[in-house]
Every structure is written in structure tokens, then in C-alpha cells.
């Protein structure tokens, strides 16, 4: 009794604690078309009322496409549980998708079991048949049971939601609309499509709040650009406040290609140190200013670097009224680096929906469409558009360049800035770094060899010169926080000393020695960072030595100081092994494969 009582319980929270007290699973009864776990008397929330989400849906080629999952509680997590969707007064079946992240857990047990699912049917062809229209819900079948879910949920790719019910999705002559617990779909011409747009304006209007008036004038203003405009467009980017990376790269590409047909933008703030450079290259607009967003709506692809929310949705929480306009956008994403260790947690399908992901080796393109949850299609072996911009102009250099520690900043959702955290200087990676950049022996072999030394900060640790200037003395290596090329600091660097940083990818494409200094190494792979380890091992395919300690690291240095930076032929072949292409015509296949999608 005080346990059902407990408002502040979820169902399934129940559920475990009463598992706890009767020492079992719930019983599952059958009761007309529904399943309802009980204790006894005591019943808990049917399946019927355990919720569906719709993830996304799609209507082309005459075929309706759907995926989302559905939660089920009190149940064990190998019983065969299957899900149908309902059309009309059809069951058809839907494909299961393996997806571990769905299923929840606490202390240790699975309390919600996550079921993935994946469905198409055809639609009739007949488009002169006005009357055609499918009622389609969502079921599992439990034994022999076929329940229908009365909790529909609708996720953020969705074309249609339930913030507005007047919201709808049109495509194709096909309109679809959620009716009750269900989507409703039937044929529309355009006198249909008017209306129902009336409608959505009509209710943004009567909300009468600033977002969804602005969004009445930006529909329209929608509308009447599609009318006039006859070019796609797309929106290449890199960080918001920088360029620099595979979006600089790709867009200096394009404006070698002739054609009337597409308008390229870049998108930077106006502020960016950037900002002047890049418009000589080509049109370029304020990152999150009104033209920006608006550019948003009406564009065709989104291309970036980064993978960010704000990057692939300007428009934040403010893109409800805008479901129907963002779903008809196909996001492409170039990346910031090579992907060598498991960030499936960020960018897998079902949290970015990217429609193009860019990698340059058979190993990450292996690793992605095994992990992330993409179909092969999705993923482009292309190799990135930075890499054609590399070359070789080496000035005796020594460059130290780790990557960033998540738990050791904070972050700013508007612009993806990061600022370091309180306790920065008590970290292991500020006092190993501290101790490195004071070793004597480090500037005495740099004298000796006649090189000089640089430490790159990475842009997401954004200050952190500044904490080293106050604890080294830095008479005899100069500090960067901002590269204005990466190409050109490659170019410069005779040995690289990075940690886990996909640089060292860029690095080895030059086929240049590199040393992995890795102190830290099991608190990095401990969870607190944003990844995991991943198909990539350092000693064993790495491009260069693994070192832990400081010592060792001086003694590798001053091998290759003396050998005059050459890199080992150990690692010239893991190089020439690992990259699927090395013949500078990277952004020429992204370019291909974004025209084709």
C-alpha cells in the first residue's frame, strides 16, 4: 500500500521494490487485449499504457517508414516479446533492433526493457483515390496477446508532434496528422495542404506567445521562398566562433565547382577572428543571427564538423513549430578528427539522425556501422576534406599537443564554448604536463638538435596557457590557443608529442614521427571523459611509441632528434595500411557524395 501511494515513485520504480518484498517477478495477467503485471491485488500500469515512442517517420515513394521503441516493465529481458504496427485492422510486424541503451537500470537489475523497432509498408499508388487513409497504432504481442499502446510519444525528428494539434506532415500527396493514440494517414492535394496550414497558423497565432508569432511570419516567409527560389542551399560550418577544420576545408572546395544551381554558405559568428578570411572565400552568415536561422529552415543539407545540437538545430527548443521543415533537412557530418575511440554515446543515429557521416579508414567506417547504430549508407568512406589541404614544410619543430579532459571543463550550451573548471590545477594532466614542460632535459636536447618547442592548447580548453605560464617558465616555448592553420602547423612540425588526440591521424598522414605520452592513461578511459576506448590500440597500431612515463619520453625524443625526425618504417606501413585514401581528393568525394544524397 505505501508503496503504490509514493506519488513521487515511477511505475516501474514500484515495480523493482515490489519485486524486493514478495521476492519475485510480477505475475502477468491477461485480461481481455491488454497484459497488467500484479502483486496479488496490486496492479501496476498495463502495457498497454507502458509508452511508444516514435522516433521518426517518413512517407516517400508511395512507402511509409517508421522506428522508434516501445518500454516494457516486469518482464525478463530474454522473453520473446514482438511489435506490430497496426494498420487499420492489420497487424504487421516490425524488425527488432539490438539497441542496449534504451534498457534502464538500477542497482545493477533491468527495471524498463527497451525494444526497438523498425517497420515499412506500401501505400496504395492510387493518387486519384481520395478516400484511401490508414489508421496506424502501435502493438506488442506478448504470447498470444496483441496489445495496443495507448501512450504514443513522438521524439524530436519527428515531422509531427503533439505540442501543437493542428500539427502535420505533408509529403508526396500524402498528409499525416496524429488522430488519438495513433498517426493518421491519407491522400492530400494541395487545396488540403492550404488548409491544414491555416490551421497550424491559426493556432500559433491564438498561443500568442513571441515564439509562435514569429513562427506564423517564418511558415509564411517559408513558403514564399520555396515559391522563388530555385537553388539549393547548403550550410557548411566548423565550431561556431572558429574556423579552420574539414567545414573551412570542404567549402573552399566547392567554390571551385561551377554551378548556378546551389547556394554554399558558411556559417560563423560575426565576431570570430575568422569571420573576414573566410567570406573571401565565399557568402558567409552570422552563426545563430535571424538570417542564419531562417537559411536553416529553407536549406537542403546541413554539413559541420561538429556534432553539436545547436549546430544541426539553431533554432534550440524553439523548433517545434518547425517539425515538418527541419525533417526535410539532411544533415552530413564531416567530423573534427578520425574516430579512434567509442563516442557512440554522442553521436550514434538515434541522438544526431545524421544522414551522411564522413571517415577515412576501413577500420573506423567498420567501427561505426557496427556501434552507432547507421546503415551502410549513411556511412561514407570518403576520407576527410582537411587532409587535401596537408603538406610538408618542416621548420625543426617540436609540438605538444594533447586533447581535452571533459571533467575538467565547463561547458556553455549556446555557443559550445568550454571554460576550465575550479580545480584544474589540482588535476593530473595540469601537474604531469606542469612537470613536463619544467624538465631541463626536455629544452637542452631541443637546443642541442638546434629544434624549438611549441604546446598547442586545444579549443576546448580555452585558458589554459595561462595556468602553465604561472607555474613554468616559459622563456623556451611558446604557447598557441589559437592554430590560424592546422595544415600549416603540420607543415611546420618535425615531431609531434600528442596523447590520445586524433591529430596524430592528420599527423601521420605526412608520415612523421610521433611519441603518445599517455600518464594518465587509465583515469582518461575511466568514463569521466566523453568516450570510451575504442577499436584503436595505441601500441599495437599506433603511429608511433606509447610512453607513460617522463623519462621515457626524453630518451625516445632524443633518438629521434638524433636520426633528424625520420619516421620509423614500423609506422610508415601501419600509415599506409590504415588510410583508405592518400591521394588528395577527399573533398571531391564528399562533395559527390552530398550532391548524390
Known amino acids: 500500500k505505501y508503496i503504490m501511494e509514493q506519488k513521487m515513485l515511477w511505475p516501474e520504480h514500484k515495480c523493482q521494490m515490489l519485486s524486493y518484498k514478495y521476492g519475485k517477478a510480477p505475475t502477468l495477467v491477461q485480461r481481455e487485449s491488454n497484459v497488467i503485471p500484479c502483486f496479488g491485488n496490486t496492479k501496476l500500469i498495463s502495457f498497454a499504457d507502458q509508452y511508444a515512442k516514435i522516433e521518426n517517420f517518413c512517407i516517400s515513394d508511395n512507402k511509409f517508414m517508421v522506428e522508434g521503441y516501445t518500454k516494457i516493465f516486469g518482464v525478463d529481458e530474454d522473453e520473446p516479446i514482438d511489435v506490430y504496427i497496426k494498420v487499420n485492422d492489420e497487424f504487421v510486424q516490425c524488425q527488432i533492433i539490438e539497441r542496449s541503451d534504451i ?52 521524439g524530436k525528428f519527428c515531422p ?54 514569429k513562427a506564423v511570419f517564418a511558415r509564411i516567409a517559408y513558403y514564399i521562398f520555396k515559391v522563388f527560389n530555385k537553388q539549393k542551399i547548403w550550410l557548411i560550418s ?27 554558405l558558411f556559417v560563423l559568428e560575426k565576431d570570430s577572428k575568422d569571420f573576414k578570411r573566410i567570406s573571401k572565400i565565399g557568402e558567409t552568415v552570422d552563426y545563430l543571427s535571424w538570417a542564419h536561422k531562417f537559411l536553416y529552415l529553407v536549406s537542403n543539407t546541413v554539413i559541420s564538423s561538429q556534432g553539436d545540437e545547436l549546430t ?106 568550454r571554460t576550465l573548471c575550479s580545480k584544474f590545477e589540482e588535476s593530473n594532466f595540469f ?11 626536455l629544452y637542452k636536447l631541443a637546443k642541442t638538435f638546434g629544434y624549438s618547442i611549441q604546446f598547442v592548447c586545444h579549443p576546448n580548453m580555452n585558458g589554459v596557457s595561462d595556468k602553465f605560464k604561472s607555474y613554468v617558465n616559459c622563456a623556451d616555448i611558446d ?14 612540425t618535425s615531431l609531434l608529442i600528442t596523447d590520445y588526440s586524433s591529430v596524430a591521424f592528420d599527423f601521420a598522414y605526412l608520415k612523421k614521427p610521433i611519441l603518445y605520452y599517455q600518464p594518465d592513461y587509465h583515469e582518461f578511459f575511466s568514463g569521466k571523459h566523453t568516450l570510451v576506448k ?64
Not at 244 to 263: H, M, P, S, V, W
Not at 431 to 441: I, T
Not at 536 to 565: Q, T
Request: with cysteine; glycine share 4%.
Open 431 to 441: 601537474k604531469s604536463y606542469c612537470q613536463l614542460l619544467s624538465n631541463s632535459k
Open 238 to 264: 566548423d565550431r561556431a566562433y572558429r574556423a579552420g577544420d574539414n567545414g573551412e576545408a570542404l567549402f573552399q572546395y566547392t567554390k571551385t565547382i561551377k554551378e548556378n544551381n546551389r547556394r554554399i
Open 312 to 417: 544541426f538545430n539553431p533554432l534550440g527548443a524553439y523548433v517545434t513549430p518547425y517539425r515538418d521543415f527541419r525533417h526535410e533537412i539532411k544533415n552530413v557530418f564531416l567530423q573534427h578528427g578520425i574516430t579512434q575511440n567509442d563516442v557512440s554515446r554522442w553521436y550514434n543515429y538515434y541522438k544526431t539522425n545524421i544522414s551522411g557521416f564522413v571517415v577515412s579508414a576501413m577500420p573506423e567506417y567498420k567501427s561505426i556501422v557496427e556501434n552507432y547504430y547507421y546503415t551502410r549508407n549513411c556511412i561514407w568512406l570518403t576520407g576527410m576534406p582537411r587532409l587535401d589541404l596537408l603538406h610538408s614544410d618542416d621548420s625543426k619543430i617540436i609540438t605538444i599537443m594533447p586533447t581535452w579532459r571533459a571533467y575538467l571543463v565547463e561547458n556553455n550550451p549556446i555557443d559550445g564554448r
Open 160 to 213: 509531427i508532434g503533439k505540442e501543437f494539434k493542428n500539427s502535420y506532415y505533408f509529403s508526396n500527396g500524402w498528409l499525416a496528422v496524429i488522430k488519438n493514440n495513433s498517426i493518421f494517414v491519407k491522400r492530400c492535394g494541395k487545396k488540403g495542404h492550404i488548409k491544414c496550414e491555416l490551421k497550424l497558423l491559426k493556432e500559433l497565432w491564438k498561443k500568442n506567445e513571441p515564439s509562435t508569432r
Open 479 to 492: 604557447f598557441i590557443e589559437n592554430v590560424p592553420s592546422y595544415a600549416d602547423l603540420f607543415a611546420e
Open 534 to 597: 575504442g577499436y584503436f590500440d595505441y601500441e599495437s597500431e599506433g603511429f608511433g611509441e606509447v610512453v607513460f612515463s617522463e623519462a621515457e619520453l626524453i630518451s625516445l625524443l632524443n633518438n629521434y632528434l638524433e636520426n633528424e625526425c625520420k619516421m620509423k618504417e614500423t609506422y610508415i606501413n601501419r600509415v599506409e595500411n590504415f588510410f583508405a585514401y592518400n591521394d588528395n581528393s577527399n573533398s571531391k568525394r564528399v562533395y559527390e557524395k552530398i550532391v548524390e544524397h
Open 103 to 154: 534498457n534502464e537500470y538500477r542497482l545493477g537489475e533491468l527495471i524498463y526493457r527497451g525494444i526497438q523497432f523498425y517497420c515499412t509498408f506500401d501505400l496504395l499508388e492510387n493518387s486519384q483515390n481520395a478516400n484511401v487513409s490508414y489508421n496506424i497504432s502501435f502493438a506488442v504481442k506478448f504470447k498470444n496477446c496483441y496489445v495496443v499502446k495507448r501512450d504514443i510519444r513522438f
